[in-house]
């Protein structure tokens, strides 16, 4: 199991318009603006059956996509990621946009600690923890590569992140 230490995404309310209903093809109960857009659906059910016009997507005006999350049901809540303008139409698993989502669901829910499911066609659950301004996703990953990366007179705001899962790989070894 990988750890990733992530910054936590501020996100504010924002207006529903025809337009994204029409791109969800459902009404969200709740919209908010992040990094991307984060939409609050009915139900876990809505969440899995959901599918976006991703060329009407492209078009947001700000963001690189959206997520769209509800309550879960065996797990604390259910989402999943579209960031089509970066010509990625879901991804399945994502860490971003979970930084915006686990300080969404934490007051509502009551936990620091909690457990998702991204419902895509591929699945994941993730592990997250919340400490004010950081996120910290856990889960299981598929190792397809290694790498080794040479910052010099780069300034680094997640240099623990390289430094965290350099130790966590080293570990396994």
């Known amino acids: 199991m990988f750890e990733l230490d992530?910054?936590?995404?501020?996100y504010s309310p924002c207006t529903i318009t025809k337009e994204m209903t029409e791109i969800l093809g459902f009404r969200p109960l709740e919209a908010y603006m992040g990094r991307d857009y984060i939409f609050v659906l009915e139900s876990e059910e809505i969440v899995r059956q959901i599918t976006p016009?991703?060329?009407?997507?492209?078009?947001?005006p700000e963001g690189v996509g959206a997520?769209?999350?509800?309550?879960?049901?065996?797990?604390?809540?259910?989402?999943?990621?579209?960031?089509?303008?970066?010509?990625?139409?879901e991804d399945p698993v994502c860490g971003v946009m979970h930084c915006s989502l686990v300080p969404y669901w934490s007051p509502i829910l009551g936990k620091s600690e909690m457990i998702a499911k991204q419902?895509?066609?591929?699945?994941?659950?993730?592990?997250?923890?919340?400490?004010g301004k950081r996120v910290f996703i856990?889960?299981?990953?598929?190792?397809f590569a290694t790498s080794?990366?040479?910052?010099?007179?780069?300034?680094?705001?997640?240099?623990?992140?390289?430094?965290?899962?350099?130790q966590l790989y080293s570990k396994r070894k």
């Open 6 to 10: 992530f910054p936590a995404i501020k």
């Open 53 to 60: 016009d991703f060329a009407k997507m492209r078009l947001f």
């Open 67 to 89: 997520c769209v999350t509800a309550r879960g049901g065996e797990y604390d809540f259910a989402s999943r990621a579209f960031p089509p303008q970066i010509n990625v139409d």
């Open 119 to 131: 419902v895509s066609r591929r699945e994941g659950i993730l592990y997250l923890s919340y400490y």
């Open 138 to 143: 856990s889960g299981n990953v598929a190792l």
């Open 148 to 166: 080794e990366l040479h910052i010099e007179d780069l300034k680094f705001d997640n240099l623990s992140l390289i430094i965290q899962s350099r």
